[in-house]
């Protein structure tokens, strides 16, 4: 076991003095302004009278054309160079395009901006609310304001469909966890929370508690890139819950139906590549990956071959969840050079907090024996209940809470 290597948050939370962008899906509409008529020979007057005529719909108001991706572009700059004047550099910025995702490999289109700002300093607040107001006033943009959990967000809207979300996060001092020096063979547990991305009341629970966890966040959902950054704010740390292709319903013990996107049997190492490759880009700040489902896609070596590359070009550890006992995917990761481990415990199978509480030390006394654990629970009231009951008792038991990338080991290492 590595000596120190409790994690914590400024460990994984380098300073950025630059706002990070993440592009949208792929296939889907880049930041660029494309055709730019200024571009063309003739290019100005063209550019007037496209001016002209824009102008005249606009007067005319028989038109209600949705905003164009360069006016959502050009206010999304905005934004951001005034998030910048106000919180100096020490302001983190992150923009992430919101789309559509498609179901049938056709291009996904943009539809607004989400755009993070963490402000230094909660007094730098009020300064942006104006400059953000008056960026609304002269884009005839309406803005509705609302706060909750240390985040205020500001939806920008033209005719009632949102352009922006803007999400302020003020510091929380109180938030800072206490940092437990790492004490040679003290018992290491790491916790997932699987399947989030859903809800975000759970999250927040889930978020509020006060030791790490690991968030292992389904991609392509409508708050998986929210609860990501509210997660890696928080100083948790995020996994990619990568979607696998279960035994065929009716047969799979996970009794549940396959996703839309997923790993499936079959697919070669370009198509693996690019689903995983649109799945991180709606989980940001992913450490690593665990399987959700995949009780047929862990079982199968041509699959997991394929994967396991993919990962390690990323820098991406892998987390076994053990959905079938009849899983390759750890020998394949350990193979391929991928750090990787494996579960130990499903904490809520039988959802009563009870036995949750007898689940969670069952894992502690694994912990105890080897060294270290994984458990797999989650974002269940249940869960979470038995979590801020139980988790105390066992860190005052010498158990260390730890994120799963501290369990994780290599081949040869
Ligand atoms: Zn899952």
Do not use: W
Not at 214 to 242: F, M, N
Request: net charge negative; proline share 7%; charged share 20%.
């Amino acid at each position: 076991m590595p000596e120190g290597s409790l994690t914590t948050r400024q460990d994984r939370h380098p300073e950025r003095s630059g706002p990070t962008v993440f592009p949208p899906a792929a296939g889907g509409p880049g930041h660029a302004v494309e055709g730019s008529l200024l571009n063309r020979p003739g290019g100005a007057a063209a550019a007037f009278v496209a001016f002209l005529a824009v102008a005249i719909i606009f007067l005319a108001g028989c038109e209600k054309k949705s905003f164009s991706k360069t006016e959502l572009r050009a206010v999304t700059d905005e934004v951001v160079s005034a998030a910048q004047r106000v919180a100096g550099r020490k302001s983190e910025i992150t923009i992430r395009p919101e789309v559509q995702p498609s179901r049938s490999g056709a291009p996904a289109s943009l539809t607004a901006d989400n755009i993070y700002i963490s402000l230094a300093d909660s007094s730098q607040g009020g300064a942006l609310r104006q400059a953000l107001a008056e960026i609304a006033r002269r884009h005839k943009l309406s803005i509705a304001e609302s706060s909750a959990g240390g985040i205020t967000r500001y939806d920008f809207s033209r005719d009632g469909v949102r352009t922006h979300a803007i999400h302020v996060v003020t510091p929380l001092a109180a938030r800072s966890r206490p940092v437990v020096p790492h004490l040679r063979g003290n018992p290491q547990l790491a916790i997932i929370l699987d399947d989030m991305g859903h809800d975000r009341a759970a999250a927040d629970s889930l978020l509020a508690l006060p030791f790490p966890l690991t968030i292992s966040i389904l991609p392509h959902l409508p708050l998986s890139a929210e609860v990501a950054e509210e997660a890696y704010r928080r100083g948790d740390q995020i996994l990619l819950h990568l979607p696998m292709e279960p035994e065929a319903e009716g047969g799979n013990s996970e009794g549940v139906t396959p996703e839309e996107i997923e790993l499936r049997v079959g697919m070669n190492a370009d198509q693996v590549k690019s689903a995983l490759e649109g799945m991180l880009e709606t989980v940001p700040h992913a450490a690593g990956v665990n399987n959700h489902q995949g009780s047929r896609a862990t079982a199968d070596l041509p699959l997991m071959q394929a994967l396991m590359p993919a990962l390690r070009d990323r820098n991406l550890f892998f987390i076994d969840s053990r959905t079938t006992a009849a899983t390759v995917a750890y020998d394949t990761a350990e193979r391929a050079g991928v750090p990787a481990a494996s579960r130990k415990v499903f904490l809520d199978d039988t959802p009563s907090k009870e036995a949750i509480l007898a689940q969670l030390q069952l894992a502690a006394r694994d912990a105890s024996r080897d060294g270290s654990a994984i458990a797999i629970g989650h974002p269940r009231p249940a869960t979470i209940a038995a979590l801020a009951q139980g988790v105390p008792e066992l860190e005052a038991r010498g158990i260390h809470l730890v994120f799963a990338s501290d369990l994780v080991h290599q081949k040869g290492h």
